[in-house]
C-alpha cells in the first residue's frame, strides 16, 4: 500500500471512529441536533471553520485562481466580511434560536413561512451537500487513486456514515480535527511549494491584479450579495451558533473564524495561481502539489482536502435533515423524530451522490444554490433579527419571489454573456424587499428579545 493510501486509510478510519464513539454518546435529542447546546469556543470555532472552508471553498478558490489569477483571493475574503457582521448579531442568534432556522422564521413570521423556509432550505442545501461531494471525488481522482464515481461513493457514503449514526456529536468532534488537518496540510504544501518554485515565475500580486476580466468589480458586488451574506444569515452556521453554551462563546467563536479565514484565502489563491501552468490527466482539474510534493506530503493535502469536504457536507446533510423532521413530526424532543432525521440523512445522502454523478462544477453548483438561498431568506431573517416593521403575512411569499427570481438570475447568467443574469439576481433583492416591506405592520414581540 502506498503512504498516500495509508495515510488515506488513517484518515477514513479516524473519522468512522470518531462516529462511532459519538453514537454511544447521543443520550437525548438535544444532543444529536446541537451537542446539548454545551459547544466550548475552541469546539464551535473549529467547526464553523471547518464547515466555511468545505470543499466547495477550497477547490472553489483553486478553480478560480487558475482562471482569474489573485482575484480569487475575494471569494473566501467575502466569507470573512459576512462572519464579521454576523459577530455582531450572533448572541442574539443563540439566544432565540434552538435546532433550526426555520424555527426562527416561525418567531418572526409565524407557520406559514417557517413552512416556507421549511421546503426551500433543503432544496437549497441539497445542492450544496452535492457539491462537496463533487469536490471529495476530484480530489481522489486528481490523486488518480480513483475514478469519479468511485470517488462519488466513498466520500459519500463515508460522511453519510457518522452522521448518521452520531449526529451533532460527532460533527462537533471530526469537525475540530479537520479544522486542525486543513490548517496543517495547507500550511505544508504552502511552505514546499515555496521552496519548490522560482518567485518570479509567479504572476506579480499588484493592486490592478485582484480584478481582472474574468473577474470584475461587478463580479465582486454580486458575489457579495450571494456569497458574502450566506454567513450573515445560513442554517449550517446557525446551527454551529446554536451549539455554542453560551452567547459569548457564539461571538468570539464568529470572530475567531472570521479573523483564520482570511489568511487561508491568501495562501489558497497562491496554491491556485502556481499551480495554473500545471497539466493534469484528470478532467482538467489541477490539483496544486501533484507536480513537487512528496508522497506523505500529497496524502496529509488529500486528507486537508477532504476534511473540507466532510466538514460542510456533514453540517449541511443534518440541518436539511433536521429542517424536514421538524416539518414531517412537529417536535423534535422526541425518539421518533431522531429515526425520522436518520432516514432524512440516508435519503439526502444518496441523492446528493446521484446529484454529483451528474454534475461536476464546483463553482457553478455553489454559487446557483447560494443565490437561490440569498435572494429567498436574507432580507427576511436581517429583518427579523433586527426588529424592523414589515409586513408579516406576506413574508413567505417574499421568500418564493425572491428566490426563484435569484435562482433564475443566476442561471441566466450562466447561460447569456452580460450583465442580464446579475441584475435579475438585483431585481430578486429588490422584489423581496418590496414584498416584505409593503404595507409595513409592526412584528409581534419575540420570545427571548
Given at each position: 500500500?502506498?503512504?498516500?493510501?495509508l495515510?488515506?486509510?488513517?484518515?477514513?478510519?479516524?473519522?468512522?471512529?470518531?462516529?462511532?464513539?459519538?453514537?454511544?454518546?447521543?443520550?437525548?435529542?438535544?444532543?444529536?441536533?446541537?451537542?446539548?447546546?454545551?459547544?466550548?469556543?475552541?469546539q464551535?470555532?473549529?467547526?464553523?471553520?471547518?464547515?466555511?472552508?468545505?470543499?466547495?471553498?477550497?477547490?472553489?478558490?483553486?478553480?478560480?485562481?487558475?482562471?482569474?489569477?489573485?482575484?480569487?483571493?475575494?471569494?473566501?475574503?467575502?466569507?470573512?466580511?459576512?462572519?464579521?457582521?454576523?459577530?455582531?448579531?450572533?448572541?442574539?442568534?443563540?439566544?432565540?434560536?434552538?435546532?433550526?432556522?426555520?424555527?426562527?422564521?416561525?418567531?418572526?413570521?409565524?407557520?406559514?413561512?417557517?413552512?416556507?423556509?421549511?421546503?426551500?432550505?433543503?432544496?437549497?442545501?441539497?445542492?450544496?451537500?452535492?457539491?462537496?461531494v463533487?469536490?471529495?471525488?476530484?480530489?481522489l481522482t486528481?490523486?488518480?487513486?480513483?475514478?469519479?464515481?468511485?470517488?462519488?461513493?466513498?466520500?459519500?457514503?463515508?460522511?453519510?456514515?457518522?452522521?448518521?449514526?452520531?449526529?451533532?456529536?460527532?460533527?462537533?468532534?471530526?469537525?475540530?480535527?479537520?479544522?486542525?488537518?486543513?490548517?496543517?496540510?495547507?500550511?505544508?504544501?504552502?511552505?514546499?511549494?515555496?521552496?519548490?518554485?522560482?518567485?518570479?515565475?509567479?504572476?506579480?500580486?499588484q493592486?490592478?491584479?485582484?480584478?481582472?476580466?474574468?473577474?470584475t468589480?461587478?463580479?465582486?458586488?454580486?458575489?457579495?450579495?450571494?456569497?458574502?451574506?450566506?454567513?450573515?444569515?445560513?442554517?449550517?452556521?446557525?446551527?454551529?451558533?446554536?451549539?455554542?453554551?453560551?452567547?459569548?462563546?457564539?461571538?468570539?467563536?464568529?470572530?475567531?473564524?472570521?479573523?483564520?479565514?482570511?489568511?487561508?484565502?491568501?495562501?489558497?489563491?497562491?496554491?491556485?495561481?502556481?499551480?495554473?501552468?500545471?497539466?493534469?490527466?484528470?478532467?482538467?482539474?489541477?490539483?496544486?502539489?501533484?507536480?513537487?510534493?512528496?508522497?506523505?506530503?500529497?496524502?496529509?493535502?488529500?486528507?486537508?482536502?477532504?476534511?473540507?469536504?466532510?466538514?460542510?457536507?456533514?453540517?449541511?446533510?443534518?440541518?436539511?435533515?433536521?429542517?424536514?423532521?421538524?416539518?414531517?413530526?412537529?417536535?423534535?424532543?422526541?425518539?421518533?423524530s431522531?429515526?425520522?432525521?436518520?432516514?432524512?440523512?440516508?435519503?439526502?445522502?444518496?441523492?446528493?451522490?446521484?446529484?454529483?454523478?451528474?454534475?461536476?462544477?464546483?463553482?457553478?453548483?455553489?454559487?446557483?444554490?447560494?443565490?437561490?438561498?440569498?435572494?429567498?431568506?436574507?432580507?427576511?431573517?436581517?429583518?427579523?433579527?433586527?426588529?424592523?416593521?414589515?409586513?408579516?403575512?406576506?413574508?413567505?411569499?417574499?421568500?418564493?419571489?425572491?428566490?426563484?427570481?435569484?435562482?433564475?438570475?443566476?442561471?441566466?447568467?450562466?447561460?447569456?454573456p452580460?450583465?442580464?443574469?446579475?441584475?435579475?439576481?438585483?431585481?430578486?433583492?429588490?422584489?423581496?424587499?418590496?414584498?416584505?416591506?409593503?404595507?409595513?405592520?409592526?412584528?409581534?414581540?419575540?420570545?427571548?428579545?
Amino acid at each position: 500500500m502506498t503512504e498516500i493510501k495509508l495515510i488515506l486509510l488513517g484518515y477514513f478510519l479516524l473519522m468512522a471512529g470518531i462516529g462511532l464513539y459519538s453514537w454511544f454518546r447521543v443520550k437525548a435529542p438535544s444532543d444529536y441536533y446541537i451537542s446539548g447546546k454545551r459547544g466550548s469556543w475552541w469546539q464551535v470555532t473549529g467547526s464553523l471553520f471547518a464547515t466555511i472552508m468545505g470543499g466547495s471553498a477550497i477547490l472553489g478558490t483553486i478553480e478560480l485562481s487558475q482562471k482569474a489569477g489573485w482575484a480569487a483571493f475575494w471569494l473566501l475574503s467575502s466569507a470573512a466580511a459576512g462572519l464579521f457582521v454576523l459577530a455582531f448579531i450572533a448572541p442574539k442568534v443563540s439566544r432565540l434560536g434552538h435546532y433550526t432556522l426555520p424555527e426562527m422564521i416561525r418567531l418572526f413570521y409565524g407557520v406559514k413561512a417557517e413552512r416556507t423556509a421549511t421546503y426551500m432550505i433543503p432544496l437549497a442545501w441539497l445542492g450544496i451537500v452535492a457539491v462537496q461531494v463533487i469536490a471529495g471525488a476530484k480530489v481522489l481522482t486528481s490523486l488518480q487513486l480513483t475514478d469519479y464515481p468511485q470517488g462519488v461513493l466513498l466520500c459519500g457514503c463515508l460522511f453519510v456514515f457518522y452522521t448518521l449514526i452520531g449526529g451533532q456529536k460527532s460533527i462537533l468532534k471530526t469537525d475540530f480535527v479537520q479544522a486542525l488537518i486543513i490548517l496543517g496540510g495547507l500550511a505544508t504544501m504552502f511552505v514546499l511549494r515555496l521552496n519548490s518554485s522560482d518567485p518570479l515565475s509567479l504572476p506579480p500580486l499588484q493592486a490592478d491584479t485582484l480584478f481582472n476580466a474574468h473577474f470584475t468589480h461587478v463580479d465582486l458586488f454580486f458575489l457579495l450579495m450571494t456569497y458574502s451574506v450566506t454567513f450573515i444569515v445560513g442554517p449550517d452556521i446557525y446551527t454551529r451558533i446554536f451549539c455554542a453554551r453560551s452567547e459569548k462563546v457564539a461571538r468570539i467563536s464568529v470572530l475567531i473564524t472570521a479573523f483564520l479565514v482570511i489568511p487561508v484565502a491568501a495562501l489558497l489563491t497562491f496554491l491556485g495561481v502556481a499551480a495554473a501552468g500545471e497539466t493534469t490527466a484528470t478532467g482538467g482539474f489541477i490539483l496544486p502539489g501533484t507536480s513537487f510534493l512528496p508522497p506523505w506530503a500529497l496524502g496529509l493535502l488529500a486528507a486537508a482536502l477532504l476534511s473540507a469536504v466532510m466538514s460542510s457536507a456533514d453540517t449541511t446533510l443534518l440541518t436539511s435533515s433536521v429542517i424536514l423532521t421538524e416539518l414531517t413530526n412537529g417536535n423534535l424532543d422526541t425518539q421518533e423524530s431522531l429515526k425520522t432525521t436518520r432516514a432524512y440523512i440516508l435519503l439526502f445522502g444518496f441523492l446528493s451522490m446521484g446529484i454529483a454523478l451528474k454534475v461536476t462544477s464546483i463553482l457553478s453548483a455553489l454559487l446557483t444554490a447560494l443565490s437561490f438561498f440569498s435572494g429567498a431568506f436574507i432580507l427576511p431573517v436581517i429583518a427579523g433579527i433586527a426588529g424592523w416593521k414589515v409586513n408579516q403575512r406576506l413574508a413567505y411569499a417574499a421568500m418564493i419571489a425572491g428566490g426563484v427570481i435569484a435562482l433564475t438570475g443566476k442561471i441566466i447568467s450562466q447561460l447569456v454573456p452580460g450583465n442580464t443574469g446579475n441584475v435579475i439576481i438585483l431585481a430578486a433583492f429588490l422584489t423581496n424587499a418590496a414584498i416584505l416591506f409593503s404595507r409595513s405592520a409592526p412584528l409581534k414581540k419575540m420570545r427571548g428579545s
